[in-house]
């Protein structure tokens, strides 16, 4: 049993399968969330592309956390090529489907990503969902627009 002096200066909550701990009341804002289970983190993706290289190819990479330990994840990309003409009432575009595993701590780097633009027409939307093998899901999306 802890003395009555520290059982006063720490507060415990428990809300949304977070830890929140603080060393008094007045400092619940500023309190630590610290993660109970494995699954309480929501999924979240990040996504970077750079700009076209001199061949019009663009590199992106996605990386994730979030996501159950040692998952297997099913990572859909949808590009859209937004300068383009519309070809039958739809944008062109193209779908890529990859897979990734998740480390000890939930999280994942896929490699890159490359796709070729159009001279002058490089403007593009990407969107990116990834679903975990547990049901665990998350989606992220980019647009970039040629200047």
Same mark, same amino acid.
């Given at each position: 049993?802890?003395?009555? $002096?520290?059982?006063? /200066? #720490?507060?415990?909550?428990?809300? %949304?399968?977070?830890?929140?701990? %603080?060393?008094?009341?007045? !400092? #619940?804002?500023?309190? *630590?969330? =610290?993660?109970?289970?494995? $699954?309480?983190?929501?999924?979240?993706?990040? =996504?970077? *592309?750079?700009?076209?290289?001199? &061949?019009? #190819?663009?590199?992106? =990479?996605?990386?994730?956390?979030?996501?159950?330990?040692?998952?297997?994840?099913?990572?859909?990309?949808?590009?859209?090529?937004? %300068?383009?003409?519309?070809?039958? /009432?739809?944008?062109?575009?193209?779908? @890529?489907?990859?897979? %990734?595993?998740?480390?000890?701590?939930?999280?994942?780097?896929?490699?890159?990503?490359?796709?070729?633009?159009?001279? @002058? &027409?490089?403007?593009?939307?990407?969107?990116?969902?990834?679903?975990?093998?547990?049901? !665990?899901?998350?989606?992220? /999306?980019?647009?970039?627009?040629? &200047?």
């Amino acid at each position: 049993m802890l003395p009555l $002096s520290l059982t006063r /200066g #720490i507060l415990a909550a428990l809300t %949304a399968g977070a830890l929140l701990v %603080a060393t008094s009341k007045t !400092d #619940i804002a500023g309190a *630590c969330a =610290l993660s109970t289970a494995p $699954s309480a983190a929501r999924p979240v993706l990040r =996504l970077h *592309c750079g700009i076209p290289n001199r &061949q019009e #190819i663009v590199t992106c =990479l996605l990386s994730g956390r979030g996501f159950h330990p040692h998952e297997r994840v099913h990572i859909t990309y949808r590009l859209t090529f937004t %300068a383009l003409p519309r070809v039958h /009432g739809h944008l062109p575009g193209k779908v @890529y489907s990859r897979a %990734a595993v998740t480390n000890r701590k939930g999280a994942f780097q896929r490699p890159p990503l490359r796709f070729t633009v159009v001279k @002058y &027409q490089e403007s593009f939307r990407l969107v990116v969902a990834a679903v975990g093998a547990a049901g !665990d899901r998350a989606t992220i /999306g980019l647009e970039s627009i040629a &200047q």
